[in-house]
């Protein structure tokens, strides 16, 4: 790849990741009456989330979309993290470069497509 285009990715992974950040406070500031399970570190309620098999549904559609915010900007932060190794734009799980395409739509992907799918279908 060249740097150009790595520079390019890296700016839309910036962007996405501002962007995100902004959803994610004013998630927070929608929820002024926060209980104490809210205060958790966000990391740790994504685990939290991940390990309790059976949350109510109603803490579910609390947590879904800020759950969903929290991920994409894990994912984010990793792809920039292979940036900065010069791994980014190779699978993480089979090594074979992602497809430009792809890149352009999900800067952030960590797999190629055929990993993708394989990881999706379990
Ligand atoms: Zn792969």
Not at 71 to 76: Q, S, W, Y
């Amino acid at each position: 790849m060249k740097a150009s285009e790595r520079n390019g990715y890296k700016k839309s992974l910036l962007e996405e990741k501002e962007r995100l950040s902004a959803a994610l406070e004013y998630l927070h500031a929608e929820n002024p009456g926060a209980d104490e399970e809210q205060e958790l570190e966000l990391s740790s309620l994504q685990e939290h989330l991940a390990e309790a098999g059976s949350v109510t549904l109603e803490r579910e559609i609390d947590y879904s979309l800020e759950e969903v915010v929290n991920e994409r900007l894990a994912a984010i932060t990793k792809a920039l993290e292979r940036i900065e190794q010069g791994s980014f734009g190779l699978c993480v799980s089979c090594a074979a470069p992602v497809a430009a395409e792809r890149l352009a739509a999900l800067p952030w992907a960590s797999l190629c497509i055929d990993c993708k799918r394989r990881e999706e279908r379990g």
